[in-house]
């Protein structure tokens, strides 16, 4: 299957590997959420590219040292991440 334009090195390999083992051509749903968490990987690969080269903490609005918003935000995404592959259900069945 195409890997459809716009994806980074994340998200190319997110979406041979899963288009690799699963037939998705006539899931218009699923392929949906899956370009999503190509998406989502990309941005994960961008935020660790950033959080590697900023510190691990930064002054917060009050003077106080807080962790990094790359950091909180790939935690997000990762989250972000898990959510939309769940939701894909490729749990196996017992047929």
Known sequence: MRTPAGL???????WKK????????N?????????????????IAELDEAA???PLTVKGSMGQPVISPFIAEARVQRALLATLLGRMNFAETDE
């Open 8 to 14: 980074s090195t994340q998200g190319k390999a997110l």
């Open 52 to 54: 590697a080269e900023a």
């Open 27 to 43: 899931e218009p749903d699923r392929l949906e959420l899956l370009f999503q968490a190509c998406k989502t990987a990309d941005q």
């Open 18 to 25: 899963i288009t690799g083992e699963f037939a998705l051509e």
